[in-house]
């Protein structure tokens, strides 16, 4: 059967994609695979029934190589916690220091704790202090004014800066315009200071990626998350928490607690509500995407893989996770691997595995037409599927689709006639795998090897249908061999063949292929390998040879055009130049290269070798690389290493630099190396 009996309708480009619906599927140039995504897999915790049953924390912070600071209220100490190695250790030589110690924040230099001292019944006095990682000596200290407190530290990683979010709300009036966080330099005073007047119970604060800072204001029906940032210190709301309420977006009991801000700028925000004893635990932890426009509803993500009340969010420079509950006594961890994403992701604990749909509609034109077949190009790794589904009508989508074909690579057509063929595949993988479906093509209309056989064999249905579905593994198999004999001139068409097959043509062609060589280098050459053949051994063929590896066509010195019988005294003068630039060996040739012709010594010897292959025989052939600049009797060439403009330059009202000045500098003359301008590192100039 050949090819060209059938009609054929074909998707294997992106914009073919496009043209369908697709749910949870990447379309690119290679076809349909699975969404991936970053999701957080459970790590590890630290729970009251081992570690943490020694220790009342009450913050943590996270430090470098998933090092956990604890701080510790009722012993005043500070608890630091390998979460890889899962051990503990004590900081305990500070709590003569400590009076009630409330938050602490880490940054590579320097730990911070802040402190409160009760000064009387009704006053208390804030004091943080700046600890060196390693000694725990304090680096400095700063008071805060009576009554002010601190709600929480977060610390800059590399600089060291600290953002202290305060909280006045319990002050007398002159303190009214306390600012809501202060900032302070490691090593000087408060530096700068932002203020909002309307947040009224701030509880956390987060450092973004491009030194943003995010305060939320957990106030009853009010909650928001504000930024600000060094050019808008009054802040701006990001998140409105009474406006997603309404909006359905978020659950309407929902009482945010936590807040931390990822590598991408995405905000990270638990809950706290309480839930009655029996209860499902329904809170989580939500994500916001850094890329909502001011105006525009955040459309937040769920986190699954978290259940519970939420104390502190944070995270490290690897991206993990670590979540502490206070309610629970407990500290998970959470690391962000890269895998395939179900289709809902905000089910928790759903068992569903990664997939991803697509459907469309193909349309023949021709009415209560039968098709004949599908034919999937499909990566399809073990644990992966690809399910097809179809239904075909001469109107409207009408009816159900029929039962899934699971990895059909090559399947009949059996169920009904009509013009439209509706399509639905579904894609199914793993976390780590997905199948890749890189073109569909479907046939029509509907001819088998069961028309070459007598009429007796299709008179009874059934045994017709068997008979037909026999014969198509064998059509198939034919099939597939007369497509590739019908594809054979692609594989002598240089723009068009391939990987191991345009190595073979080159082969076949006897050009010397050079490892270095790109693959766009060798299309070049194996498609010009005919008429670089009419000029092998000869000037224009090694110029054209070059030509096409370089981009540039070099120039090309030979001895004797130099040579004249009848030279008069600066003929003479002129040959003995040339002779001390190109030698007086009238078998050798001289290739000449302009400055930007090569990048590294590496192309070089590969040009090099191209020239042993292509020169004439019983000659030498060298490669002079030229330098950027005009220097008379030394390699200068007019349109290829060197231009001549208009005068320009002035001194002054009415100087100009003469023909004969040069302006340089003494190690210039003494051919000093000058990096990019007269040498280049690897061709004639090394390092040691």
């Known amino acids: 059967m050949k090819s060209k009996e059938f009609k054929f309708l074909t998707l294997n480009t992106k914009a073919d994609w496009h043209k369908g619906e697709s749910e949870n599927l990447h379309i690119s140039e290679e076809g349909l695979l699975i969404k991936s995504g970053f999701q957080f897999i459970y790590e590890s915790a630290i729970s009251s029934d081992n570690l943490l049953s020694e220790l009342e924390a009450i913050d943590l912070a996270v430090g470098d190589a998933a090092q956990l600071y604890l701080l510790d209220e009722k012993n005043r100490w500070i608890w630091l916690f390998d979460s890889q190695r899962k051990q503990l250790r004590s900081i305990d030589f500070l709590e003569n220091l400590f009076s009630r110690p409330t938050n602490i924040a880490f940054s590579r230099s320097t730990i911070y704790v802040s402190d409160e001292l009760q000064l009387s019944e009704d006053t208390f006095e804030t004091r943080i ?35 202290a979010l305060l909280d006045t709300s319990d002050e007398t009036s002159f303190l009214q315009h306390q600012p809501i966080i202060a900032k302070y330099h490691p090593s000087e005073e408060q530096t700068q200071s932002f203020y909002r007047g309307d947040i009224q119970k701030p509880t956390a604060i987060a450092l973004a990626p491009d030194n943003s800072v995010y305060v939320l204001d957990s106030q009853p029906y009010c909650e928001k998350v504000v930024k600000f940032t060094t050019e808008y ?58 890329s909502q426009q001011n105006n525009e509803l955040p459309q937040p993500k769920l986190i699954p893989q978290y259940r519970g009340a939420v104390t502190k969010l944070a995270i490290d420079k690897y991206g993990r996770l670590f979540v502490f509950n206070a309610e629970a006594r407990v500290v998970k961890g959470f690391k962000k691997l890269k895998q395939f994403l179900k289709w809902h992701q905000s089910l928790p604990n759903s068992k569903e595995l990664p997939c991803g749909v697509f459907s469309t ?29 179809y239904l075909i009508t001469d109107d409207d989508y009408d009816g159900e689709l029929t039962k899934p074909l699971i990895n059909p690579k090559d399947a009949l057509i059996r169920h009904g006639k009509g013009r439209y063929l ?8 793993t976390t780590t795998q997905t199948p890749k479906l890189k073109s569909i093509r479907v046939y029509f209309p509907r001819l088998s090897y069961l028309r070459y056989l007598p009429a007796v064999y299709q008179e009874d249905e059934a045994s017709r249908d068997f008979l037909e579905r026999f014969l198509s593994i064998f059509e198939t198999f034919f099939t597939n061999i007369e497509v590739t004999i019908d594809d054979i001139p692609r594989y002598f068409d240089a723009d068009v063949v391939g990987g191991d097959f345009l190595n073979w043509l080159s082969n076949w062609l006897a050009v010397a292929v050079d490892d270095n060589w790109t693959q766009q280098q060798l299309r070049d050459m194996v498609r010009n ?10 000037k224009e063929g090694v110029a054209a040879t070059i030509e096409l590896l370089t981009g540039d066509r070099p120039l090309i010195v030979e001895h004797f055009p130099q040579i004249n019988s009848n030279q008069s005294d600066q003929d003479n003068e002129v040959q003995n130049i040339v002779n001390n630039l190109y030698g007086d060996n009238p078998f050798r040739f001289w290739v000449l290269l302009n400055p930007l012709q090569v990048e590294n010594e590496i192309q070089l010897q590969a040009i090099q070798r191209v020239i042993e292959t292509d020169k004439p025989a019983f000659t030498e052939a060298r490669i002079k690389l030229l330098q950027p600049w005009i220097h008379l009797d030394r390699g200068t060439y007019l349109g290829f290493n060197s231009y001549v403009f208009e005068p ?21 003359f003494n051919e000093s190396g000058q990096i990019e301008r007269r040498s280049r590192l690897g061709i004639d100039t090394l390092l040691n």
């Not at 060196?132 to 977060?154: E, F, N, Y």
């Not at 390998?529 to 000869?538: D, I, V």
């Open 648 to 668: 320009s330059l002035r001194l002054d009202m009415g100087g100009a630099i003469s023909q004969g000045l040069v302006l340089s500098d003494i190690e210039e």
């Open 422 to 429: 509706h399509l639905k595949i579904k894609l199914i993988g």
């Open 529 to 538: 390998a005919s008429q670089l053949y009419k000029l092998r051994g000869t």
């Open 233 to 290: 210190p009054l802040g701006n709301t990001v998140i409105d928490f009474t406006r997603m309420r309404n909006a359905g977006v978020l659950p309407q009991d929902i009482k945010p607690s936590g807040l931390a801000v990822d590598s991408e700028g995405s905000l990270y925000i638990g809950e706290s509500r309480s839930l009655p004893r029996g209860e499902e635990d329904t809170r989580f932890i939500w994500q916001f995407c850094a």
């Open 129 to 163: 202090y700046g600890f060196t990682g390693s000694t725990w000596q304090i680096r400095w200290d700063t008071t805060l004014p009576i009554g002010v407190k601190v709600v929480d530290l977060a610390a800059n990683a590399a600089d060291g800066i600290l953002y």
């Open 361 to 389: 509609v193909l349309d023949c034109a021709t009415p209560n037409q039968q098709w004949h077949k599908f034919v999937l190009d499909a990566e399809i790794p073990s644990d992966t599927q690809i399910q097809l589904s």
